[in-house]
């Protein structure tokens, strides 16, 4: 499955993000969940932004990516800097 690994029995997806607009790029986690379910989903939609944007700049797709993770029941993530 592209973008998620199995790590001890949970699914943590990541994608290639640069780390400012002209910066180098970066393997980021979008998160860990328990179901493959929930983690397809997160792949799916950080997917389309990709798709959308053609280049993702880390801290302005976890914006994105952490308002999506409230909707679907889950925290913010830590290397975002959400306050």
Same mark, same amino acid.
């Given at each position: 499955? @592209?973008?998620i690994k199995v790590i001890e029995g949970l699914y943590?997806?990541?994608?290639?993000?640069?780390? @400012?607009?002209h910066g180098r790029s970066v393997s980021v986690s979008v998160g860990t969940y328990d179901s493959i379910l929930d983690a $397809? @989903?997160?792949r799916?939609? $950080?997917?389309?932004?990709?798709?959308n944007?053609?280049?993702l700049v880390k801290?302005?797709?976890? $914006?994105l990516v952490n308002e @999506?993770?409230?909707e679907m029941?889950?925290?913010a993530l830590r290397n975002s800097q959400n306050k």
């Open positions: 499955m @592209k973008n943590k997806v990541y994608f290639s993000m640069k780390t @400012k607009r $397809v @989903k997160m799916d939609f $950080v997917a389309n932004l990709k798709a944007t053609k280049t801290y302005d797709a976890l $914006v @999506k993770r409230e029941g889950y925290g």
